[in-house]
């Protein structure tokens, strides 16, 4: 059981780039959320998904794109990378009931 | 929108010593949960300890306790016996409606020996 992976762990991208972060979970949650962390701050919430097929927009979605083919794997696509988009991105997935929400470790960008 | 404040930006405890840490909210959803997270120096996040709005005790969790006031909309944490492995950030989380959660700026803990 590895609950919550994230793939890469650093990235370095240059503006007008794009490129996917890949999130996976094998606990069969139905909910997962992308979370962005810039320094000094607390997490952000950039989209989530209640479900397969179902996605919804955060606090603070522009410039990301997201969808939700199967249970298990919940991708961030950034479309074009800009320097304000360098940060630390969480993916994070729980189960109904209490919702406690278990987070992946972290992808660092850096957007040049 | 949630609006979650965390008073103290920073804070010193003792090791051995009990520290209680600051977090108020404000929500119009009856139903809601609260959550406190970890975040040591290597970055993780760490669930620590939940309360439901509805939950007629204080949350519990080994060192870790919850000062639950609905009214005032109030969800302190207190850690009890600081251990130097204490040191971290600690984020309060409330979650109202849909699985996602909102985080305040945090506080950042330093256990002393």
């Known amino acids: 059981n590895a609950g919550v992976t994230q793939t890469p762990k650093f990235q370095v991208l240059k503006t007008g780039q794009s490129m996917t972060l890949q999130c996976a979970q094998d606990?069969?949650?139905?909910?997962m959320s992308w979370y962005r962390q810039d320094p000094g701050m607390g997490l952000r919430l950039i989209h989530y998904?209640?479900?397969?097929?179902?996605?919804d927009q955060g606090e603070v979605p522009n410039g990301y794109n997201v969808s939700r083919s199967t249970t298990e794997d919940f991708p961030l696509r950034l479309l074009s990378a800009a320097p304000s988009q360098t940060s630390v991105y969480f993916c994070?997935?729980?189960?109904?009931?209490?919702?406690?929400?278990?987070f992946g470790p972290g992808t660092r960008l850096l957007v040049l | 929108a949630q609006k979650i404040t965390q008073t103290q930006p920073g804070m010193f405890v003792q090791e051995k010593e009990a520290v209680t840490l600051d977090c108020t909210y404000d929500t119009s959803d009856p139903s809601y949960g609260l959550f406190w997270y970890k975040q040591p120096s290597s970055g993780e996040m760490i669930f620590l300890i939940y309360?439901?709005?509805?939950?007629?005790q204080n949350a519990t969790e080994g060192r870790y306790s919850l000062n639950f006031q609905k009214a005032r909309k109030s969800a302190n944490l207190v850690i009890s016996a600081s251990q130097l492995g204490d040191s971290a950030m600690y984020f309060c989380?409330?979650?109202?409606?849909?699985?996602?959660?909102?985080f305040g700026s945090g506080t950042r803990l330093q256990v002393q020996p």
């Open positions: 309360q439901g709005s509805y939950d007629q």
């Open positions: 606990m069969n949650h139905e909910y």
């Open positions: 994070a997935s729980s189960a109904g009931g209490s919702g406690t929400q278990y």
């Open positions: 998904s209640v479900g397969a097929g179902i996605t």
């Open positions: 989380a409330p979650r109202a409606g849909r699985r996602a959660l909102t």
